[in-house]
Protein backbone atom coordinates (compact mmCIF):
# COMPACT_ATOMS: atom_id res chain seq x y z
CA UNK A 1 0.00 0.00 0.00
CA UNK A 2 1.15 3.53 -1.06
CA UNK A 3 1.49 6.08 2.37
CA UNK A 4 -1.50 7.94 1.08
CA UNK A 5 -3.70 4.37 1.14
CA UNK A 6 -2.05 3.90 4.74
CA UNK A 7 -2.70 7.50 6.25
CA UNK A 8 -6.31 6.90 4.64
CA UNK A 9 -6.78 3.80 6.84
CA UNK A 10 -5.18 4.51 9.87
CA UNK A 11 -7.33 7.98 9.79
CA UNK A 12 -10.57 5.40 9.30
CA UNK A 13 -9.11 3.16 12.22
CA UNK A 14 -8.74 6.21 14.78
CA UNK A 15 -12.00 7.62 13.47
CA UNK A 16 -13.43 4.02 14.46
CA UNK A 17 -12.15 4.21 17.86
CA UNK A 18 -13.55 7.23 18.57
CA UNK A 19 -16.96 6.80 17.43
CA UNK A 20 -16.72 4.01 19.98
CA UNK A 21 -15.52 6.33 22.78
CA UNK A 22 -12.66 4.72 22.82
CA UNK A 23 -9.70 7.14 23.18
CA UNK A 24 -6.60 5.18 21.11
CA UNK A 25 -3.58 6.41 19.53
CA UNK A 26 -1.33 4.35 16.83
CA UNK A 27 2.29 3.71 17.44
CA UNK A 28 5.13 1.71 15.93
CA UNK A 29 5.08 0.59 12.04
CA UNK A 30 2.36 2.45 10.65
CA UNK A 31 1.94 -0.76 7.96
CA UNK A 32 1.02 -2.63 11.27
CA UNK A 33 0.42 0.12 13.24
CA UNK A 34 -0.80 -1.11 17.88
CA UNK A 35 -3.23 0.26 18.72
CA UNK A 36 -2.93 2.02 22.02
CA UNK A 37 -5.46 2.34 24.82
CA UNK A 38 -3.46 5.18 27.13
CA UNK A 39 -6.00 4.72 29.88
CA UNK A 40 -5.35 1.37 30.15
CA UNK A 41 -1.80 1.50 28.96
CA UNK A 42 -2.44 -1.31 27.30
CA UNK A 43 -1.99 -2.12 23.87
CA UNK A 44 -5.32 -3.68 22.36
CA UNK A 45 -6.31 -6.76 20.92
CA UNK A 46 -6.97 -5.97 17.17
CA UNK A 47 -4.88 -5.55 14.43
CA UNK A 48 -5.49 -3.94 10.26
CA UNK A 49 -4.95 -5.73 7.56
CA UNK A 50 -5.66 -3.53 4.62
CA UNK A 51 -8.99 -2.24 5.48
CA UNK A 52 -10.21 -4.67 7.68
CA UNK A 53 -9.99 -4.09 11.81
CA UNK A 54 -9.79 -7.49 13.09
CA UNK A 55 -10.45 -7.97 16.83
CA UNK A 56 -8.83 -11.07 18.62
CA UNK A 57 -9.17 -12.65 22.12
CA UNK A 58 -5.79 -11.97 23.35
CA UNK A 59 -2.37 -10.69 22.05
CA UNK A 60 -0.27 -12.91 20.35
CA UNK A 61 -2.07 -15.83 18.49
CA UNK A 62 -5.82 -15.18 20.05
CA UNK A 63 -8.32 -16.24 18.26
CA UNK A 64 -10.60 -14.16 15.66
CA UNK A 65 -13.18 -13.24 16.93
CA UNK A 66 -14.79 -10.94 14.10
CA UNK A 67 -14.01 -7.95 11.47
CA UNK A 68 -15.20 -4.97 10.58
CA UNK A 69 -14.57 -3.18 7.30
CA UNK A 70 -13.06 0.51 8.03
CA UNK A 71 -15.28 2.57 5.96
CA UNK A 72 -16.55 6.79 5.25
CA UNK A 73 -19.58 5.34 6.70
CA UNK A 74 -18.76 4.02 10.31
CA UNK A 75 -20.48 0.60 11.80
CA UNK A 76 -23.03 1.54 14.39
CA UNK A 77 -24.84 -1.66 14.23
CA UNK A 78 -21.03 -3.62 15.64
CA UNK A 79 -21.21 -1.58 18.94
CA UNK A 80 -22.18 -4.43 21.55
CA UNK A 81 -19.71 -6.28 19.37
CA UNK A 82 -16.86 -4.04 19.92
CA UNK A 83 -17.85 -3.61 24.08
CA UNK A 84 -18.18 -6.84 24.79
CA UNK A 85 -14.29 -7.69 23.11
CA UNK A 86 -13.48 -4.46 24.52
CA UNK A 87 -13.99 -5.40 28.02
CA UNK A 88 -14.07 -9.08 28.19
CA UNK A 89 -11.14 -9.79 26.10
CA UNK A 90 -7.03 -10.08 27.25
CA UNK A 91 -5.17 -6.42 26.36
CA UNK A 92 -1.29 -6.19 26.29
CA UNK A 93 0.07 -4.73 29.15
CA UNK A 94 2.69 -1.71 28.32
CA UNK A 95 5.40 -0.19 29.97
CA UNK A 96 6.48 3.47 30.76
CA UNK A 97 9.18 4.78 32.07
CA UNK A 98 9.23 7.45 34.74
CA UNK A 99 11.74 9.73 37.22
CA UNK A 100 12.02 8.53 40.57
CA UNK A 101 10.25 11.40 42.54
CA UNK A 102 8.85 12.49 38.93
CA UNK A 103 6.03 10.05 38.06
CA UNK A 104 4.97 12.28 35.62
CA UNK A 105 7.76 12.76 33.55
CA UNK A 106 8.34 10.09 31.00
CA UNK A 107 10.86 9.22 28.59
CA UNK A 108 9.12 10.19 25.63
CA UNK A 109 12.30 9.56 23.25
CA UNK A 110 16.10 10.07 22.72
CA UNK A 111 18.28 12.86 21.67
CA UNK A 112 21.66 11.84 20.04
CA UNK A 113 24.41 13.67 21.00
CA UNK A 114 27.29 15.03 19.28
CA UNK A 115 29.52 11.77 20.33
CA UNK A 116 27.03 9.65 18.84
CA UNK A 117 25.73 8.72 22.33
CA UNK A 118 21.82 9.08 23.22
CA UNK A 119 20.44 10.74 25.92
CA UNK A 120 16.19 10.29 27.13
CA UNK A 121 14.14 13.07 26.52
CA UNK A 122 11.35 13.62 29.48
CA UNK A 123 8.12 14.91 29.41
CA UNK A 124 4.68 14.79 30.97
CA UNK A 125 3.16 13.78 27.80
CA UNK A 126 3.43 11.38 24.79
CA UNK A 127 5.25 8.15 26.52
CA UNK A 128 7.56 6.00 24.87
CA UNK A 129 5.77 2.54 25.70
CA UNK A 130 7.71 -0.54 25.43
CA UNK A 131 6.21 -4.12 24.99
CA UNK A 132 8.09 -6.02 27.56
CA UNK A 133 9.23 -5.24 31.16
CA UNK A 134 12.80 -6.54 30.15
CA UNK A 135 13.16 -3.83 27.48
CA UNK A 136 11.90 -1.64 29.91
CA UNK A 137 13.96 -2.48 32.70
CA UNK A 138 17.18 -2.51 30.77
CA UNK A 139 16.32 0.84 29.45
CA UNK A 140 15.64 2.36 33.00
CA UNK A 141 19.09 0.60 34.28
CA UNK A 142 21.10 2.02 31.36
CA UNK A 143 19.99 5.65 32.01
CA UNK A 144 19.87 5.63 35.82
CA UNK A 145 23.07 7.80 36.81
CA UNK A 146 23.98 9.08 40.27
CA UNK A 147 20.73 10.79 41.61
CA UNK A 148 18.65 10.44 38.97
CA UNK A 149 16.98 7.11 39.22
CA UNK A 150 14.52 5.85 36.64
CA UNK A 151 11.76 3.40 37.18
CA UNK A 152 9.47 1.17 34.91
CA UNK A 153 6.18 2.02 35.65
Not at 43 to 62: A, D, R
Amino acid sequence: MDNTIIEKRNKRLLAFFDDKNIDVKIIGDINKPAVVYEKMYACLSCYVHNFELIFVNKPFEGTELFRIKLTDKIDQECNTLVSDWFYNSTHRELYRIAILGFLNLFITGFHKMENGEYMPVFCEVNPKYYFTIEKAEEIASKYSVGDIKLIVI
